[in-house]
């Protein structure tokens, strides 16, 4: 389901120069990658039994709908914020390293989540599945290494077909005598966001982790 979104008027958009700016490189992407802290979010889903998978992912999703610009796209020579994001991601096969690519809605509560992912997580694990919804660009694509400690981060791109859609990656967990850590890497189009907001980002995920309790009672709604 392609949630609700409104065009933007260019006229009135103060990025439109930056927006013209970045558009025109044949590679208009910009990535960062920083440590995060989950040190709360880890104990309480050990405690509560929750996936450790499952509560990272909902917090990823619910600091991107929050930050504006990561709601937006690119739609011809249109602009478009949608009201809310869904949530892709990678989940092995039956038989791994073989995965498929995985959506859900954001929910109502972290319980449906939880659900959805789970559903979807049996549905895609059966048979390779890589195609994704070309019509809909209402999501974020991400993809958890739970392997490997990353210090930067570069996914694949089309440079013939320019994304505007998110791409966020988490590495491997680490707990290091009660302080606990993980690597993410944001990459994003450049045409329509900067550094200043992919820090918002960080500061916002970190805030969801650092509050597991506030996280899972609250709505996934973005801020105006």
């Known amino acids: 389901m392609t949630t609700s979104a409104r065009v933007i008027d260019k006229n009135t958009w103060g990025?439109?120069?930056?927006?013209?700016?970045?558009?025109?490189?044949?590679?208009?992407?910009?990535?960062?990658?920083?440590?995060?802290?989950?040190?709360?979010?880890?104990?309480?889903?050990?405690?509560?039994?929750?996936?450790?998978?499952?509560?990272?992912?909902?917090?990823?999703?619910?600091?991107?709908?929050?930050?504006?610009?990561?709601?937006?796209?690119a739609h011809g020579d249109e602009i478009v914020e949608y009201e809310s994001l869904r949530f892709g991601f990678v989940a092995m096969t039956k038989e791994p390293p073989l995965f498929s690519f995985g959506e859900v809605e954001k929910g109502e509560s972290f319980n449906e989540f939880n659900d959805l992912i789970e559903s979807e997580k049996s549905r895609i694990s059966q048979e390779i599945m890589l195609e994704t919804k070309l019509e809909s660009d209402d999501v974020i694509?991400?993809?958890?290494?739970?392997?490997?400690?990353?210090?930067?981060?570069?996914?694949?791109?089309?440079?013939?077909?320019?994304?505007t859609i998110p791409l966020i990656s988490w590495g491997k967990i680490i707990d290091k005598d009660g302080?606990?850590?993980?690597?993410?890497?944001?990459?994003?189009?450049?045409?329509?966001?900067?550094?200043?907001?992919?820090?918002?980002?960080?500061?916002?995920?970190?805030?969801?982790?650092?509050?597991?309790?506030?996280?899972?009672?609250?709505?996934?709604?973005p801020l105006g």
């Open 15 to 73: 990025r439109a120069p930056h927006y013209d700016h970045f558009n025109q490189r044949d590679f208009p992407y910009v990535g960062f990658c920083a440590e995060v802290e989950l040190t709360n979010s880890f104990y309480y889903a050990k405690t509560h039994s929750i996936s450790i998978f499952n509560l990272v992912s909902y917090a990823v999703l619910a600091a991107a709908n929050d930050i504006r610009e990561f709601r937006l796209r």
């Open 141 to 163: 694509y991400t993809s958890c290494l739970p392997w490997l400690r990353f210090t930067s981060f570069v996914h694949p791109v089309n440079l013939n077909i320019p994304s």
């Open 179 to 221: 302080y606990v850590d993980m690597p993410v890497s944001v990459q994003a189009n450049h045409a329509l966001m900067d550094g200043w907001h992919i820090s918002m980002y960080y500061k916002k995920l970190q805030q969801y982790l650092a509050e597991p309790e506030k996280l899972l009672e609250e709505m996934l709604y």
